[in-house]
């Protein structure tokens, strides 16, 4: 077998894993913690659970979550299939049918009835199980697809038409029963949301300022690792009057360390200062999902 179609293998059975772990995780989470809180998540998670919850309280009929949840993603797959990318969306309906089935199947494993350590921990475990999935190419399906075709595709930040929903579910929820449980779901969506931008970086960039004797070498690692462009900019050392090369470059944040790394291994005296992007318009190299 060629040695690059055995890494391709080993890469794809890697992520099949991770994507299977993860999977177990937001099936025990929505069982173990969600469920055990009477929480409400975010997307079509706390869509299904919402109509989980009518269904029973008002008709007295149990549904299973995998019904609702897995026709909820179809438009959003078709989505995915047509506009971001057939591998990345074949992933993630992998782990929204698998985390579904496993969310009717796992028992309910009570860790707490604390509802703020419910709410706490549950939205720390089931986002840092959407994370790995994002950082494997996939999502947890639902409104994932959908944020990622507007940032990716449109240009536009979805989030606040997300959010919009998420208050219309929360609303919804506290009328029918309780603004309590609503209020702790709030505190669950929060703290996964903090979980993913620590854990998953892909929108977030940071700006490279490099003094280096060694421009062109430096400039062939970041173009090498980040497929990014630099800028070279020459100057003149204020101390010693010597002239001084500076690249300039914008890469993204999971990408620094190895950039980093990387031109200290041909250029140990160079100087880098790394600066915080909020905000990039232009062109700007995005590896294809």
């Excluded at 913690?33 to 997307?43: E, K, M, R």
Aim: hydrophobic share 45%; proline share 3%.
């Amino acid at each position: 077998m060629l040695p690059e179609k055995k890494k391709k293998i080993k890469y794809e059975v890697k992520t099949f894993l991770a994507l299977t772990i993860a999977s177990c995780v937001i099936a025990f989470n929505l069982k173990s913690f969600v469920q055990t809180g009477a929480l409400f998540p975010g997307g079509f998670s706390g869509v299904a659970i919402l109509i989980q919850q009518i269904a029973y309280k008002f008709f007295n009929i149990e549904i299973a979550y995998s019904i609702i949840y897995l026709p909820l993603n179809l438009i959003p797959a078709y989505i995915g299939f047509k506009y971001i990318g057939t591998r990345f969306t074949v992933y993630s309906f992998y782990v929204v049918f698998l985390s579904s089935i496993l969310t009717d199947v796992f028992p309910a494993v009570t860790i707490t009835y604390d509802t703020l350590l419910i709410s706490i921990f549950g939205g720390i475990l089931g986002s840092a199980a959407i994370s790995i999935c994002l950082i494997n190419g996939a999502s947890g399906g639902g409104t994932d697809f959908i944020s990622i075709y507007f940032s990716e595709k449109k240009g536009i930040d979805a989030w606040n038409y997300i959010l919009l929903g998420n208050i219309v579910i929360l609303t919804t929820a506290g009328v029918l029963f309780g603004f309590d449980k609503a209020l702790y779901s709030i505190i669950y969506q929060y703290a996964g949301t903090q979980i993913i931008q620590l854990l998953f970086k892909r929108y977030q960039k940071d700006t490279l300022f490099i003094i280096t004797e060694m421009p062109d070498s430096v400039y062939g690692k970041i173009r090498e690792i980040t497929h990014h462009d630099a800028t070279q900019i020459e100057a003149v050392g204020c101390f010693e009057g010597a002239p001084r090369h500076i690249l300039y470059s914008v890469v993204g944040r999971e990408q620094v360390g190895r950039v980093i790394d990387a031109i200290k291994k041909v250029d140990p005296k160079a100087f880098i200062n790394v600066i915080n992007t909020e905000q990039l318009n232009g062109r700007f190299y995005k590896p294809p999902y």
